[in-house]
């Protein structure tokens, strides 16, 4: 194995920081392990201090693991393209499209991909009148790990709130809520991993949120999924297709409700939430947990990323 100089892009600006500095530093933990000299770098507002640090010491591969706004929205990838830096996961196109919740899903109805059903509206839309039949969800455009997420049930009273405080943008995706189970599924290049189901734990509303997503058992994971065999092959194929139909390269993972409410014995209904391009990579993150699962220890999923860095179109 060649040992490289990597410089780890970790911190950001964006609501996921603390999300992206464990990232990071369990990253950058891994790659020295394995011999290679690692510089990690806490991203702040200048983006001059950001060149210089990759102009001066001049790494082979940039080991992206920010998150959200600037990091993971095609920001800092056109700048690494620039520089002609490889960079592991996806290029500008696909982390903007991705990012852009509502961009992702024009792009997976085109592919004929199942989306849940939704439309994107103002704060002031919103506020007068519930858009769709309760319960629904209320999404930012372009936030990660749950953050600003709102589910709307019967009798709720929270809408008109949401929408007088909204701080996430001028918009709002408002989709239906489909009922069931959280599942994902992740995906290294070509190939889909397993497909892990995940319970909230203790959050009192079987809602994935950041608490549950990044607190210690915060979450119960179990995979393989013991759901319908159907659905379980059908989920895998489901995100290999979205990986590829918003051009990801690298590792992403893909974000599902499974409805399999009406029918236990069928298998069931699966919608496509949104797919990450740049997977959480912290000690209670589902994609090393799959990896591992599969055969691939942490370490070697780290070394398999950089060894697929290059620079993205």
Not at 28 to 40: F, Q, S
Not at 112 to 132: K, Q, S, Y
Not at 172 to 177: G, N, Y
Not at 239 to 259: E, N, P, V, W
Request: proline share 6%.
């Amino acid at each position: 194995m060649t040992h490289r100089k990597i410089s780890v892009l970790m911190g950001g600006l964006s609501a996921e920081r603390e999300v992206s500095l464990s990232s990071g530093r369990n990253v950058a933990d891994a790659l020295r392990g394995l011999g290679h000299t690692v510089r990690c770098i806490d991203t702040g507002t200048d983006l001059l201090t950001i060149v210089r640090d990759l102009h001066d010491h001049r790494p082979d591969v940039v080991f992206n693991a920010l998150h959200g706004r600037f990091g993971e929205d095609g920001s800092i990838q056109g700048v690494l393209d620039w520089i002609g830096i490889p960079y592991t996961h996806s290029g500008v196109r696909a982390s903007a499209t991705a990012m852009d919740k509502d961009a992702a899903r024009t792009v997976f109805a085109a592919a004929g991909l199942p989306v849940a059903t939704g439309r994107v509206m103002t704060p002031a839309e919103l506020e007068p009148a519930d858009p769709l039949p309760v319960p629904y969800v209320i999404k930012p455009l372009n936030e990660g790990s749950s953050v600003g997420v709102e589910i709307i049930h019967p009798g709720s009273n929270r809408r008109a709130m949401v929408a007088q405080s909204w701080s996430f943008g001028t918009h709002i995706l408002v989709e239906e809520f489909v009922p069931g189970r959280e599942l994902t599924v992740g995906v290294l290049e070509d190939r889909a991993l397993t497909v892990t189901d995940i319970t909230p734990a203790g959050n009192g509303t079987g809602f994935y949120d950041y608490q549950a997503k990044y607190a210690a058992g915060g979450s119960c994971h179990e995979l393989p999924a013991r759901i319908h065999p159907t659905a379980f092959a059908q989920a895998r194929e489901l995100a290999l297709a979205a990986h590829r139909a918003l051009g990801c390269r690298g590792a992403s993972r893909t974000d599902f409700r499974y409805d399999d409410t009406t029918d236990p014995t069928g298998p069931g209904r699966l919608v496509i939430l949104e797919t990450n391009t740049q997977p959480g990579m912290t000690p209670t993150s589902l994609l090393p947990e799959q990896a591992a699962a599969c055969g691939t220890d942490y370490a070697a999923l780290c070394q398999w990323m950089i060894d697929h860095a290059t620079c993205r179109t």
